[in-house]
């Protein structure tokens, strides 16, 4: 079992509601991060055949441009798609207790509302227009092996 290797694969993907407005906030190298939780339903059947739901709580985080992204289109109650990697963070409080998180380091969201603006040439009559934004974070590209970047490609295609 020695010859054994371990698949390093650290992939999640889910969909989910903000529960708050996302605090936006610079480090001290003014590298913009946004952090936002996320509440994720599950509907099943019990025992009893009757519907349930279960909702899972989801910190998210994100970096740089899509961060900024974020701060301009999300609030509380907005409906998002993330595909990122989960992460863990330790941290002592002012008390002296130890902290620790689990989240998701955001590498793409999808936001799922339509956000509309006013057509300003005139055109569609004044109608407002859809605007979908996508927008995927590659900052972290440069850290990745040939391979790896390949099989991150692979995963999306």
């Known amino acids: 079992m020695s010859d054994l290797k371990m698949p390093e694969l650290n992939s999640v993907l889910v969909a989910g509601n903000l529960t708050k407005d996302p605090i936006f906030r610079q480090t001290s190298n003014s590298t913009p991060v946004v952090n936002f939780s996320i509440a994720a339903n599950r509907k099943y059947k019990d025992s009893t055949n009757q519907w349930q739901e279960d909702v899972c709580y989801v910190g998210v985080v994100a970096w740089n441009k899509l961060a900024e992204s974020c701060k301009d289109r999300l609030k509380k109650g907005s409906a998002v798609l993330v595909d990122g990697e989960l992460q ?3 941290w002592k409080t002012e008390d002296g207790h130890n902290r620790s998180i689990v989240e998701i380091k955001a590498k793409r969201i999808q936001f799922l509302n339509k956000l509309s603006k ?3 040439n005139g055109e569609n009559g004044g109608e407002s227009v859809v605007d979908d934004l996508d927008y995927e974070d590659n900052s972290f590209d440069k850290f990745l092996s040939d391979e ?5 490609n692979n995963s999306h295609n």
């Open 118 to 120: 006013n057509v300003t």
């Open 88 to 90: 863990s963070r330790s």
């Open 148 to 152: 790896e970047s390949e099989l991150l």
